[in-house]
């Protein structure tokens, strides 16, 4: 049978507005920054591209910095001049950059829904300093606005929505001074330079459309409808399990969950090898695993921690697909009992 891709918070599988964009951008010659006719034909998409994300996001054009992704946009807190304090669960892309020195004014960072367990958190009422927010998780899914959110700083990554790996944006509230990700030509207002992925950017900007057009349909409660028929079959299956975040504000694709004892990179494997392709709670990098940080700052310990799954769901995703990951997972859950007992 077809594999079932039920890892969006990963990355969302390109949509076809955006691979239609970018092929199309293929065909522009010239580079943004030049003056003859092809460079401006090519700024002209890249300008156009840079209204259109930020009326997706409720900030104004000249707010919007293109960027290599999210994680390049959070490099703003490398160089910060201040104590940059970051969420507890906040990701690694913020949570790297943390520390208590530092002369200026101090920033705060933080995610605006968790990729691991979809939580969503209300930036503070009352602060001192400058708010950055990653809504990389949130844009599309759940209503949002720079405009009315609080947040001075933004970051977000494209692939997120469909559209291309290896491009995002920083957004910067007007008239705020950051320090620039990159010099040299000055592009992006001086504050990230180097020729804009124009391709890329197209992408960018064709998926953010389709993005908007899919939660005006209503796109994401069908999602949510199907993320807690899922959670209501594995119940069924599995009494022991515990759904992280089940009682708070979270996104509408995402669960997350815990099956004491059963290793979560076990369980992506094996549903990997059935076909269907998920996530664990746990962070890879360079090819060690650990329990997830984000679940010990929750609360709970290393060994729950490293028992964790991910699943999250998109607009592709259908009943038939939710319905086989349960009845598959509940198979291989049995095997599991059957084993360790």
């Not at 703003?76 to 790297?96: F, I, K, N």
């Not at 993320?227 to 504000?249: M, W, Y």
Request: hydrophobic share 45%; with cysteine; charged share 20%.
């Amino acid at each position: 049978m077809a594999r079932v891709y039920l890892d969006y918070n990963a990355t969302a599988p390109l949509r076809p507005e955006a691979r239609a964009a970018m092929i199309e951008a293929m065909d522009l010659a010239g580079n943004p920054s030049s003056v003859h006719a092809e460079g401006r034909a090519a700024r002209g998409l890249v300008e156009r591209a840079r209204a259109r994300v930020a009326a997706a996001v409720g900030a104004k054009p000249q707010e919007v910095v293109f960027t290599a992704g999210a994680t390049e946009a959070a490099s703003v807190l490398a160089r910060w001049p201040g104590p940059v304090r970051v969420q507890d669960t906040a990701h690694d892309a913020l949570w790297s950059h943390r520390r208590e020195t530092g002369e200026g004014t101090a920033i705060l960072a933080m995610g605006l829904a968790n990729s691991e367990t979809g939580i969503l958190t209300e930036p503070p009422a009352e602060r001192e300093g400058v708010l950055l927010l990653d809504i990389t998780q949130a844009v599309g899914r759940v209503s949002f606005s720079f405009a009315w959110s609080g947040a001075d700083i933004c970051v977000m990554s494209a692939h997120k929505l469909g559209g291309p790996k290896g491009v995002g944006a920083l957004i910067v509230r007007e008239g705020l001074e950051i320090p620039a990700l990159s010099l040299g030509g000055g592009q992006e207002m001086g504050r990230r330079s180097g020729t804009e992925n124009v391709i890329g950017i197209a992408g960018f900007a064709a998926a953010a459309d389709a993005a908007m057009r899919d939660q005006e349909a209503g796109t994401w409660t069908r999602v949510e409808e199907l993320r807690n028929i899922l959670e209501s079959c594995l119940v069924d299956s599995a009494q022991e399990t515990i759904f992280v975040g089940k009682s708070d504000r979270r996104l509408p694709n995402t669960a997350c969950f815990i099956t004491p004892g059963w290793k979560g990179e076990t369980q992506v494997m094996a549903m990997d090898l059935a076909g269907f392709a998920v996530s664990s709670g746990s962070a890879c990098s360079s090819g060690k695993v650990r329990a997830s940080r984000v679940l010990q700052a929750m609360g709970f310990d290393a060994d729950h921690a490293a028992c964790a799954v991910r699943v999250s769901l998109g607009p592709a995703t259908t009943e038939d697909d939710v319905t086989r990951f349960a009845k598959t997972w509940a198979g291989l859950h049995e095997k599991h009992r059957a084993r360790v007992a």
